[in-house]
Nanobody, 127 residues
Framework: EVQFVESGGGLVQAGGSLRLSCAASGFTFDGHAIVWFRQAPGKEREAVSC????????YYSDSVKGRFTISSDNAENTVYLQMGSLEPEDTAVYYC????????????????????WGQGTQVTVSS
């Protein structure tokens, strides 16, 4: 059984930092693209970052570029999202996702392309 578990969310003041973790069981991150999505209340789920674990190439949405850093530890089968300079607009539930057929990060991210999801971790940024 594939299971993704996100952790590290919480309440933080604007300007603060958090590090999210996504750990997997039943699925090997190495060789796959792992994506962090987020969903704010009343909004669609959006991709904020992706890492191609085979070569380390990354993608960031314009809204987080320069503030968030994605990384992977293939030995630990874990992907991280270091979030800095947090803004109230970053408040959302953050999910990690992957699929057997997606090995590299692309330009576009459709939630329907991903079979495996975590349960999400809440990030709340106060002003």
């Amino acid at each position: 059984e594939v299971q993704f578990v996100e952790s590290g969310g919480g309440l933080v003041q604007a300007g603060g930092s958090l590090r999210l973790s996504c750990a997997a069981s039943g699925f090997t991150f190495d060789g796959h693209a792992i994506v962090w999505f987020r969903q704010a209340p009343g909004k669609e789920r959006e991709a904020v970052s992706c890492i191609s674990t085979s070569n380390g190439k990354t993608y960031y949405s314009d809204s987080v570029k320069g503030r968030f850093t994605i990384s992977s530890d293939n030995a630990e089968n874990t992907v991280y999202l270091q979030m800095g300079s947090l803004e109230p607009e970053d408040t959302a539930v953050y999910y990690c996702a992957a699929d057997d057929l997606l090995g590299v990060c692309g330009m576009y991210y459709d939630t329907f392309d991903y079979d495996y999801w975590g349960q999400g971790t809440q990030v709340t940024v106060s002003s």
